[in-house]
């Protein structure tokens, strides 16, 4: 417990030190404060924008977008993984397919997702939902792969139907995978949401921060990067903190709390 | 021999499939947006195969591997020291995770205020997304070594160059190699993202003016291209992890007993 609040004030005072260092360099001027603000005045721009409407709509757009596409994509990755993964023909005739989609880049479909749907929220959630897919996808593949092949035969000789293999069995195998699939995915999803506003404009924190640099407002361009960077930290926290409540009846979790 | 027919035949199947299903689908298709496969291909060998690929395809792929190659040989050298300082760790902590969460996207307009549009700009923007996945999994990968190879290091007077050469490097190098996969997807996103935000060249500069152009066949025969470069740069990585990493992956087969 000690050495947990001697840490935290480390973390602070890191925290701490590295905002001092950006206020610092520029005011020094190693760093015109054109291409560099100072962390107060960027902390101003950033109170600027917590009172404008503006922002907090932008804000919604960009997490309208990321659950949507994250909800979609996860439904769709489990779903189809516990079917790839339960029946070895389908497996074994989709592997390479899948071994080919998943590199493929998904910014390569920016100019197709603006010509069919332009800047709509459609075109935010085909980039977000082809990138999201393939984590939760190939963690359910590795999951179902994982089945311990003794509880499936007693699961077998009790007479358990498919479903309630698929129920008793599989899942709760597939489970921590496909939750660290959810976690990977989730901050992809941010990632991407923020993409297709930032180069097809579709509303949201990403095409403020575009118009922000066009119009040469740079404290606020830092201040909505710094908003954009805590969404990050809130989502991987939140991930996070989901992945423990999921999986507290998971060994690897109770042994991580005992110890 | 029939085996290996049989995994030929399931490995090609699908993909042969699908290709033939889209070229017949779309052999007389009069979508203005959905343009025969024919005419795709005839389209990709006219524009890629030419000038253009020591234009534009080229620099593009240098740019990507010279941020790659700096992100690398930075992440390992501060993942090393960050890792293998605890007090440093704890100081550090909440200011990389709040970096590594920022969308990395989002620094594109950061860099362009600060170096342009020119090469520098782009390099910039990949080391910056390539860093953090490098450098994290660097973090962990020094602070999980094997506490008797760190005993028998010190008892037999192994220190400086040789440890960290032989101990430090060799035992987290899996975890360098994960990250280094990770951070090559984000490369390829990155270098696309850089290049259609604001250039006058490059693959994603390319692509983006044939879809402001209505040039359809040549925008998909684009994205076909970004496809078969993520392919192709995810084969040639896995080709680099078999020799870096044979020695670990002979290790946990030969752990795991002959299954």
């Known amino acids: 417990m000690r050495t947990g609040r001697r840490r935290w004030w480390q973390g602070a005072a890191g925290l701490a030190g590295f905002l001092l260092l950006l206020e610092l360099i520029p005011r020094a001027g190693v760093v015109p404060d054109r291409y560099l603000p100072p962390t107060s005045r960027v902390a101003g721009a950033l109170a600027g924008e917590l009172g404008r409407p503006a922002f907090w709509a932008a804000l919604g757009d960009t997490l309208a977008g990321w659950a949507i596409g994250l909800a979609l994509a996860v439904g769709g990755g489990v779903a189809l993984g516990l079917l790839l993964g339960s029946v070895p023909a389908l497996r074994a005739a989709t592997s390479s397919t899948i071994e080919f989609l998943r590199p493929i880049p998904s910014v390569a479909l920016i100019p197709l997702a603006v010509l069919l749907f332009g800047t709509d929220l459609r075109s935010k959630l085909l980039l977000v939902v082809y990138a999201s897919f393939w984590q939760v996808l190939i963690q359910v593949l590795h999951g179902v792969q994982d089945v311990d092949p003794v509880a499936m035969d007693t699961a077998h000789s009790y007479g358990l139907g498919r479903w309630a293999r698929i129920r008793h069995v599989v899942w709760p195998t597939a489970l921590p995978y496909a939750v660290t699939g959810f976690r990977l995915a989730a901050a992809v999803a941010l990632v991407l949401a923020v993409t297709a506003e930032l180069i097809i404009g579709s509303p949201g924190l990403g095409k403020e921060i575009a118009v922000a640099q066009t119009s040469g407002a740079v404290p606020a361009m830092y201040a909505l990067v710094v908003v954009a960077g805590l969404l990050g930290v809130g989502v991987n926290l939140a991930a996070r903190a989901l992945e423990r409540r999921v999986l507290a009846w998971h060994p690897s979790t109770r042994r991580e709390a005992a110890a | ?259």
């Open chain 2, 1 to 259: 021999m029939t085996g290996l027919a049989r995994r030929v035949l399931l490995a090609a199947g699908l993909p042969l499939a699908l290709l033939a299903l889209w070229w017949v689908a779309s052999a007389d298709s009069q979508s203005f947006y959905l343009p025969p496969l024919s005419q795709i291909l005839e389209a990709f060998a006219s524009t890629w195969l030419g000038a253009r690929l020591v234009d534009d395809v080229l620099p593009s792929l240098l740019r990507l591997l010279a941020g790659f190659a700096v992100a690398t040989v930075a992440g390992v050298a501060l993942g090393v020291a960050v890792g293998s300082s605890p007090r440093l760790r704890a100081t550090l902590e909440p200011v990389l995770e709040f970096l590594r969460a920022i969308p990395p996207p989002v620094l594109v307009p950061i860099f362009i205020l600060i170096a342009g549009i020119g090469t520098t700009m782009k390099v910039l923007v990949i080391v910056s997304g390539c860093l953090w996945p490098i450098l994290l999994n660097t973090v962990e990968g020094v602070r999980a070594r094997d506490e008797v190879l760190e005993d028998t290091c010190r008892v037999y007077g192994i220190r400086g160059r040789a440890r960290l050469r032989h101990l430090v490097l060799r035992s987290s190098s899996p975890q360098i190699v994960t990250g280094m996969r990770q951070a090559l997807s984000i490369g390829i996103i990155l270098m696309v993202i850089s290049e259609m935000f604001a250039a006058s060249s490059g693959l994603g500069f390319t692509i983006i003016q044939f879809q402001r152009g209505f040039a359809i066949p040549e925008m998909w025969s684009g994205i076909l291209l970004l496809g078969l470069l993520g392919v192709a740069l995810s084969l040639a990585f896995r080709g680099f992890e078999d020799r870096v990493l044979g020695w670990y992956h002979g290790l946990r087969r030969a752990e795991r007993g002959p299954s």
